[in-house]
């Protein structure tokens, strides 16, 4: 008799065992020769050794499975330990899979066009108004990237600019005041990683998220680095983040136009950067618009809403100019 252990490195150990353990009593009894014992992450296994290389083999397939699918059940266990192949769900387009196992996929043409330029381009410009998908994409492809092994860390990044509120303000430390900026990034990788995953993968600091200000200084290898809201950035601040770039990495850099909140004396680093980078070789450039806005119903209305009263008022403001203009010409 031998004994062997099994780390499960990639998963969660709580989606692979089950509620109540019943996905591993399942594998035990297709296991009748062997003695298992699971705690936390290690699973404890002596017996038979011919019958322990069969176990092993199952139970790497079914983390293999359970890391991509976020989800496990006795179908699942009973399919791969027979040695057949789940069939895959026929949906085209899947980037991952959330953590309640739904297929996250682009919903939008312009969301389809960001994920097929990211395996082509190191670095994507991603353009839109709110709730048109764009960071969710990008977090979701950073997703990927990292469970593929193609990278070793995600890191996402943000302007901590004040939309109308003081940050000095808010209770706390740098940290406390610094994160309800950053949450909209912890939301999505919540969706797509599973809980005890996610803390352990920041505890590494395989996942990563700093405001914009931590990142001068670093050089960026083997991630994927997304800087969100980057409408809110300065030059300096740009020129920085995208110098930061290293070997075997990937940019994303997302940003909506329509919500500066810089102030008026200061130019808007995104605005400035599309033009500079324009026609550069290796940078892709993709605008999203009102029709790839996922969100409620309501959202592409208020949007519309807003366009149509800037509309308005630029005309207004060009109307008053061209009348004092006008007025000036006949006094002189």
Not at 111 to 136: C, H, R, W
Not at 147 to 162: D, T
């Amino acid at each position: 008799m031998i004994e062997k252990h099994i780390v499960l490195e990639d998963i969660d150990p709580v989606i692979f065992y089950g509620v109540n353990n019943v996905n591993m009593q399942m594998i035990k009894a297709l296991f009748p020769k062997l003695r298992i014992v699971a705690r936390g992450n290690v699973i404890k296994v002596m017996g038979d050794e011919e019958e322990m290389c069969a176990f092993e083999e199952a139970v790497l397939a079914l983390e293999k499975y359970c890391a991509k699918y976020n989800s496990l059940n006795e179908e699942i266990i009973l399919e791969i330990v027979k040695g057949n192949k789940p069939q895959p769900e026929k949906i085209g387009d899947v980037i991952v899979y959330s953590v309640t196992g739904k297929p996250i996929t682009p919903r939008s043409s312009n969301q389809l066009k960001l994920v097929k330029e990211f395996e082509k381009n190191d670095m994507i410009f991603a353009i839109g108004p709110a709730g048109s998908g764009k960071t969710y994409t990008a977090i979701a492809l950073a997703v990927r990237a990292l469970k593929n092994k193609e990278i070793k860390k995600i890191i996402l990044s943000r302007p901590a600019v004040e939309a109308g509120e003081k940050l000095g303000f808010l209770p706390g430390d740098m940290k406390d005041k610094i994160d309800p900026y950053l949450q909209p990034l912890y939301d999505a990788l919540q969706d797509m990683i599973p809980a005890a995953k996610l803390k352990e993968y920041m505890e590494l600091n395989i996942i990563q998220i700093a405001p914009l200000a931590f990142m001068r200084g670093r050089t960026l290898n083997d991630a994927v680095v997304i800087l969100d809201e980057a409408q809110n950035t300065t030059t300096q601040q740009i020129k920085m983040f995208l110098t930061r770039m290293g070997m075997n990495t990937k940019m994303i850099v997302t940003g909506d136009m329509t919500q500066i909140d810089l102030p008026s004396s200061q130019t808007s680093g995104l605005v400035q950067a599309l033009k500079i980078l324009k026609g550069v070789k290796g940078i892709s450039f993709i605008e999203l618009n009102k029709k790839d806005i996922v969100r409620h119903k309501l959202v592409t209305r208020i949007v519309e809403a807003y366009e149509k009263f800037e509309e308005k008022a630029k005309a207004e403001r060009q109307a008053a100019a061209e009348t004092k203009k006008a007025g000036k010409a006949e006094k002189e």
